[in-house]
């Protein structure tokens, strides 16, 4: 029989016990309420980059999560425009129909890339090949059909050429990427303008599709005499041969950190860009003047809406958190672009931007506290 102190010391150790359960449980209940974890969806073009981000960006910030999904500026619209993520990705500057479907939609400048010509023809090494936008316009079309043809011959006197057909690889999926290349070959072909045109998905008259700028540089990349369009990351990552191509100035420039970094800074304008809110789809940075600019460069752009309340998968924690790592990625986060074939936003498109995040609210309530 128990003696009442050991009934005593009994309890005590109970009390003990449950204390301790107590405070554990509230302990994990406050670090799991700390934790949040922001979801996007979108572009493939800054993929590497993004995903450079979300590891660099934990480190500093470990409460904060990035998940984002590589599915294309396309399936990136869409999902936004659904409110199923956080934040959307797109090359694409959103059309007017898109707009209209996602009002208070802002969309943020997050770096800048090129689109590279990738091409596979055996013995033939990267920066060899030349072309121009007409002639790619022909290649894409199908009315270039062979490797030898004298068109490509004659812009590229003393390769060796094979007679074999020309395979053309392109995206199968709604494409930023496929946005800036059938822009280019809008501006480079009137054939192709009044046929085809420019938008996220054309109705590609030849070739094979693959989804993503990973699916056409792994396509690419797998069969001989391919050519095709993807981010100068994935050319660079992979390995895959790019060409130089005619800039209006009438030079053949290769895709680079320097080529491309001259398109923006030549562009007329990037230095008058919209607010954040308006359209973007004036904004070009096509066929940049200027002896040493790469003529296919783009922005791709974040999208969020401008009252984050909007949204309902984020409450007010969510949301600043959002746009903590949004500037974070325009200013610090871009530091880690230049390594990977990206351009470090210029310091006004930078300015642009932070103009922009102060626009930001939550039911009213400012969330931006940066410069």
Do not use: C
Not at 48 to 66: E, F
Not at 82 to 87: G, L, Q, R, W
Not at 267 to 279: I, N, T
């Amino acid at each position: 029989m128990q003696t009442r102190n050991q009934r005593l010391l009994g309890m005590i150790v109970v009390a003990l016990l449950s204390a301790m359960i107590i405070s554990v449980s509230a302990s994990q209940k406050s670090l799991a309420q700390s934790q949040v974890t922001l979801n996007g969806a979108g572009a493939t073009f800054p993929f590497p980059l993004i995903d450079t981000w979300r590891v660099a960006y934990q480190k500093v910030h470990p409460n904060t999560n990035i998940n984002y999904q590589s599915i294309g500026s396309g399936g990136g619209v869409k999902q936004f425009t659904a409110k199923t993520v956080d934040f959307g990705a797109s090359d694409a500057p959103l059309t007017a129909t898109e707009r209209q479907a996602a009002p208070g939609a802002v969309q943020i400048p997050e770096t800048i890339g090129s689109v590279a010509i990738a091409y596979n023809v055996p013995g033939i090494p990267t920066k060899t090949l030349k072309f121009t936008g007409p002639v790619l316009a022909d290649i894409f079309q199908g009315k270039i059909t062979k490797w030898n043809d004298p068109q490509i011959q004659a812009l590229n006197p003393g390769v060796s050429l094979p007679a074999a057909n020309i395979v053309v690889v392109h995206r199968s999926d709604g494409s930023g990427t496929t946005f800036v290349w059938t822009s280019y070959l809008s501006k480079a072909s009137p054939s192709w303008n009044q046929t085809i045109g420019a938008s996220k998905s054309v109705p590609w008259p030849v070739g094979i599709g693959a989804p993503g700028n990973e699916g056409v540089a792994n396509a690419l990349k797998g069969s001989p005499n391919t050519i095709g369009y993807v981010e100068l990351n994935y050319a660079l990552t992979t390995g895959i041969p790019y060409a130089l191509i005619k800039n209006p100035a009438g030079n053949f420039i290769a895709p680079s950190l320097n080529s491309t970094e001259a398109a923006v800074a030549n562009a007329p304008v990037a230095k008058s860009l919209p607010a954040g809110d308006q359209s973007w789809t004036k904004v070009s940075l096509l066929n940049s003047p200027g002896s040493s600019t790469y003529p296919i460069a783009t922005f791709t752009y974040l999208l969020i809406p401008k009252d984050l309340s909007t949204n309902p998968s984020l409450d007010q924690t969510k949301a600043k958190a959002l746009v903590d790592f949004i500037s974070w990625a325009i200013t610090d986060g871009q530091k880690l672009a230049a390594n990977l074939g990206y351009v470090p936003l210029p310091a006004e498109v930078v300015k642009h931007d932070q103009d922009t995040l102060k626009s930001l609210t939550f039911k009213g309530t400012p969330l931006y506290t940066g410069p």
